[in-house]
């Protein structure tokens, strides 16, 4: 019976090269372990509980482990990059005409304002607040 767990064992592994994660992986070792117990116990049942129980122990085992080195991905990137920065309007957006550019870090988008019914002229500063299909959305910043 051993050789079925070692080929339990070995499809996991293969099973975990294409997947993201890291859980298959414990199922391989979980099938390991059951293979050792396989050489002195021959009860399937017991083998099976065996592997199951070993399994779920190493998945809960090393959760926090597995946490503690994952690194969220905070960066943004492409269109999402200029959320949140300061731009120049470079034509006065009229968001009901659906007219208006903005540049920032060197590059024109189109822009339509936040609030539909305001227009916001030329050379005044405003914040990227999201990106609306091919547009950014705008609003413009506060005179202190």
Do not use: H
């Not at 990059?81 to 009229?94: A, P, T």
Request: charged content about 15%; aromatic content about 12%.
């Amino acid at each position: 019976m051993w050789y079925i767990w070692l080929i339990i064992s070995g499809i996991a592994i293969i099973i975990e090269f294409f997947t993201a994660g890291f859980l298959v992986f414990w199922f391989s070792i979980g099938a390991l372990v059951a293979m050792v117990t396989s050489f002195f116990i021959d009860n399937i049942f017991i083998q099976t509980a065996i592997f199951i129980v070993s399994s779920t122990l190493l998945i809960f085992a090393t959760k926090p482990l597995v946490k503690k080195f994952d690194i969220p991905n905070t960066l943004k990137t492409n269109v999402y990059s200029i959320v949140g920065k300061i731009g120049i309007v470079i034509q006065e957006i009229n968001s009901i005409e659906g007219t208006g550019q903005i540049k920032v870090n060197g590059e024109i988008w189109s822009a339509i304002c936040e609030d539909n019914s305001l227009i916001i002229p030329k050379d005044t500063k405003v914040e990227i607040l999201k990106i609306k299909g091919v547009k950014a959305v705008v609003t413009p910043l506060r005179k202190i």
